[in-house]
């Protein structure tokens, strides 16, 4: 069993930055990739940005080159820093751990962008 703790979303100014961490205690034998979606409200849950375990990133196009992701060199962390925050980018956002096996979630963190 996977377990996902989630943390750093806020409340941010348009052109602000956070960044979101995410804990996994997952079996890196059997990982697949390591992503972050988010949810606003009466929208689908859509992908924001995703690392495999060979490190290759893929990044939507409405966060390209605004967002990061990365990870701690066991898998045990992900990261997601995120700059240049639009109101647009305001969503519940979840970790994704992805093995073999399953797809595991995370609660979600909040992240407003107003003014």
């Known amino acids: 069993q996977v377990q996902l703790v989630e943390s750093g979303g806020g409340l941010v100014q348009p052109g602000g930055s956070l960044r979101l961490s995410c804990t996994a205690s997952v079996n890196v034998g059997s990982l697949v990739a390591m992503g972050w979606y988010r949810q606003a409200p009466a929208k689908q849950r859509e992908l924001v940005a995703v690392?495999?375990?060979?490190?290759?990133?893929h990044y939507a196009d409405t966060v390209m080159g605004r967002f990061t992701i990365s990870r701690d060199y066991d898998w045990s962390t992900v990261y997601l820093q995120m700059n240049g925050l639009k109101p647009e980018d305001t969503a519940v956002y979840y970790c994704n751990v992805r093995t073999y096996q399953d797809d595991y979630w995370g609660q979600g963190t909040q992240v407003t962008v107003s003014s």
């Open positions: 690392i495999n375990r060979g490190g290759a990133t």
